[in-house]
Nanobody
Framework: QVQLVESGGGLVQAGGSLTLSCAAS????????TRWYHQPPGKQRESIAA????????YADSVKGRFTISRDTTKSTLFTLQMKKMKPDDTGIYYC??????????????WGRGTQVTVSP
């Protein structure tokens, strides 16, 4: 089994910054990809940032130029999402999702429980 734990959410003023972290632990051989999802109040969850095993990244247009996804240089199971120039529309729950390969060679998707981010006007 694999557990994902997000942290770093909270309240920030518009224009401010927050950094979210997602730490994976458990039965992990490698992590093929990590995605951050944003679920605004009353809306569907959507992918906003992704990083792949070759460290290539991809962003939704809504966060491009403001958010940065990265993998820790010393812990390959720790990922962060730096959020700058935040807007009230960034309010919502942020989830981490990883595609993990186990030592047995099985690939599965895991989700964290989410962390709340609130951006005040």
């Amino acid at each position: 089994q694999v557990q994902l734990v997000e942290s770093g959410g909270g309240l920030v003023q518009a224009g401010g910054s927050l950094t979210l972290s997602c730490a994976a632990s458990g039965n992990i051989l490698t992590i093929n990809s990590t995605r951050w999802y944003h679920q605004p109040p009353g809306k569907q969850r959507e992918s906003i940032a992704a990083i792949f095993d070759d460290l290539s990244v991809d962003y939704a247009d809504s966060v491009k130029g403001r958010f940065t996804i990265s993998r820790d240089t010393t812990k390959s199971t720790l990922f962060t999402l730096q959020m700058k120039k935040m807007k009230p529309d960034d309010t919502g729950i942020y989830y981490c999702r990883m595609m993990v390969v186990s030592p047995a060679g099985l690939t599965r998707i895991y989700w964290g429980r989410g962390t709340q981010v609130t951006v005040s006007p």
